[in-house]
């Protein structure tokens, strides 16, 4: 995604140095331009100011970004901040969460690209 130009970034409800601690083991953080998890601010996902707190971080407008997720929280945390949802049908609720009517559904990370330039087209 970088390598198109988006800019990414990860919003979690996980605490946050447990989450630096994985991306680091998994050697992934440097993917990441910005990292927000629980301990960073006083609420969590579904409220927005995590989602918010994440695009300011990236130098983002929130008009020009969506989020990619796994559950409800995810959906609600979009839906509260006014941006679209696309759900991984990879996650834990697998296809299920078809009901929840995101935006988008992903089946695989191949077809983000593509996905993404749908749900912001003119970024």
Request: proline share 8%; hydrophobic share 40%; charged share 20%.
């Amino acid at each position: 995604m970088a390598r198109a130009g988006w800019r990414v970034g990860i919003c979690t409800n996980k605490p946050t140095h447990l989450a630096e601690l994985l991306l680091v083991r998994l050697g992934m953080r440097d993917l990441f331009a910005a990292l927000v998890g629980q301990g960073c601010l006083p609420v969590r996902k579904p409220d927005p100011a995590p989602y918010l707190e994440t695009v300011h971080r990236l130098g983002g407008q929130t008009a020009r970004s969506f989020l990619l997720g796994d559950t409800v929280t995810d959906r609600d945390t979009a839906r509260a901040a006014g941006v679209p949802v696309a759900l991984v049908t990879f996650g834990p609720e697998g296809g299920d969460v078809a009901r929840l009517d995101p935006d988008a559904l992903l089946d695989t990370y191949g077809a983000l690209g593509p996905l993404a330039d749908r749900l912001v087209p003119h970024r």
